[in-house]
Nanobody, 121 residues
Framework: QVQLVESGGGLVKTGGSLRLSCVASGRTFSSYTMGWFRRAPREDRKFVAAISWSRGRTVYADSVKGRFTISTNNAKNTVYLQMNSLKPEDTAVYYC??????????????WGQGTQVTVSS
């Protein structure tokens, strides 16, 4: 089992920044790829970014490239999502996930509870 706990969401103005954190625990979480997804109101959950614990390889959705950065702190078992130049369309509940990797949420077996990000115009 892998447990994931997100934090860092909140209300920010357009152009502002937030950093989301996801603390992972469990016996084998380091073998997984970590992903961030988001669900905006009345929309399906969508891929944002992913990173592998072991190789540090990253992948981003086109909509966030150049603005968001995913990273890990292995000593703290934490995955971060640094979000800069935020836009109102970034408003969503953001979820941390652990799984096999890729951009499909079907590939991720473990999910956090989500943290709300609201960007005001």
């Amino acid at each position: 089992q892998v447990q994931l706990v997100e934090s860092g969401g909140g209300l920010v103005k357009t152009g502002g920044s937030l950093r989301l954190s996801c603390v992972a625990s469990g016996r084998t979480f380091s073998s997984y790829t970590m992903g961030w997804f988001r669900r905006a109101p009345r929309e399906d959950r969508k891929f944002v970014a992913a990173i592998s614990w072991s190789r540090g390889r990253t992948v981003y959705a086109d909509s966030v490239k150049g603005r968001f950065t995913i990273s890990t702190n292995n000593a703290k078992n934490t995955v971060y999502l640094q979000m800069n130049s935020l836009k109102p369309e970034d408003t969503a509940v953001y979820y941390c996930a652990a799984g096999l990797g890729g951009t499909s949420d079907w590939n991720y077996s473990y999910w956090g509870q989500g943290t709300q990000v609201t960007v005001s115009s």
